[in-house]
Each structure stands twice: as structure tokens, then as C-alpha cells.
């Protein structure tokens, strides 16, 4: 059976489409959750996010051991999802870290996110921050092993200082 989605390694030319793709997930993924003020905070953000894409792509591509980047394709090439992963940046928890994985409604149920979480990182153990009050992200993780692990705090004023929580998962071979 051929899945209907192409995932690839983001590139530098890809950077604008992954910083578009990055913001339309955040606006699908927290429409309910954060203020109208972060959507048209991260719209008029994309210009710089673009930038600092391009800047992050280029020097994952020159730095061995830096965070990885992959985007997803529809079948008619239009990036659908995005995620990224790299070495743990929590001093107390140096281990890989999902930094994030965004998959546009669209492709919800289709099992996209969970191949992207399985090429972002595997049977490794990692870690990752969630956002309070989003149990559909809670669920996905909590079925790929995570468990919070009892750390929390507040996110900075971008994101209205809302609570998150880290969760973890030791290696799954």
C-alpha cells in the first residue's frame, strides 16, 4: 500500500515552506486554545520565521549532531506537516528532544503524524513540551510512550505565559 504523503528532509530552499506550513499547524493546533493576539502575533512574525528557518536549515546542513528537520508533501506537493528534533537543550534532561510536530488538519487520522514522530525520533528515548490543554496531542504522545515526568512551567509572553508540561519516554527497543 502506498501512504498518500512524501516526507522528505527540509532543506535550506525549503524554509519558507516549512515556516508557512509551521504557522498555518500553530494556528489549526491552538485556534481554541491562545488569544487572537499570538495568531496575528506569529502572521506578521513569518517574514522573520522564514529568515530563521533558512539560517537553522543552513546550519544543520554545515553541523553534524544539530536538530533535524523534515516536511511533509501531499500528492499534490503541498507541504502538509512539519517536525523537527535534535539533541536535548534542557540542561537537566540532555537526552533527544522532539521539538515539535505539526500535521495539518487535512491530514489528520491518517497516521502522518506518527510517521513523522517515528522518523523525527525513532525508538530512542526523547523528550518533548506540550502545551496545557491540548488532549489530542496528549493522547498521540501518551500512545508513543510518553509519560510527563513531573516538570512544568510557564511559556514566555509569545505565548501568553501559558503552563506546559515536559513529557518523556526511555528508549523503546
Not at 522532539?98 to 522518523?119: K, N, P, V, W
Not at 510518553?146 to 508540561?165: A, K, Q, V, Y
Request: glycine share 8%.
Amino acid at each position: 500500500m502506498t501512504l498518500p504523503y512524501l516526507i522528505r528532509p527540509a532543506t535550506v530552499d525549503d524554509a519558507e515552506a516549512y515556516a508557512r506550513t509551521h504557522v498555518a499547524g500553530l494556528h489549526e493546533t491552538y485556534e481554541q486554545i491562545m488569544p487572537r493576539e499570538y495568531h496575528e502575533f506569529y502572521d506578521a512574525e513569518l517574514p522573520a520565521m522564514i529568515e530563521r528557518q533558512r539560517e537553522a536549515f543552513q546550519h544543520a546542513e554545515r553541523t553534524r549532531g544539530s536538530a533535524r528537520s523534515w516536511l511533509a508533501f501531499d500528492d499534490d506537493g503541498a507541504p502538509v506537516a512539519i517536525a523537527t528534533s535534535g539533541p536535548g537543550r534542557d540542561e537537566d534532561r540532555p537526552d533527544f528532544e522532539l521539538h515539535h510536530i505539526y500535521t495539518l488538519r487535512s491530514t489528520h487520522g491518517t497516521g502522518l503524524g506518527q510517521r513523522l514522530m517515528d522518523i523525527a525520533i525513532g525508538t530512542r528515548a526523547a523528550y518533548l513540551w506540550i502545551l496545557n490543554g491540548n488532549p489530542r496531542a496528549e493522547r498521540f504522545y501518551r500512545r508513543n510512550g510518553f509519560e510527563p515526568d513531573g516538570t512544568s512551567m510557564l511559556c514566555g509572553p509569545t505565548w501568553h505565559h501559558r503552563p506546559m508540561f515536559r513529557m518523556h519516554r526511555p528508549d523503546q527497543r
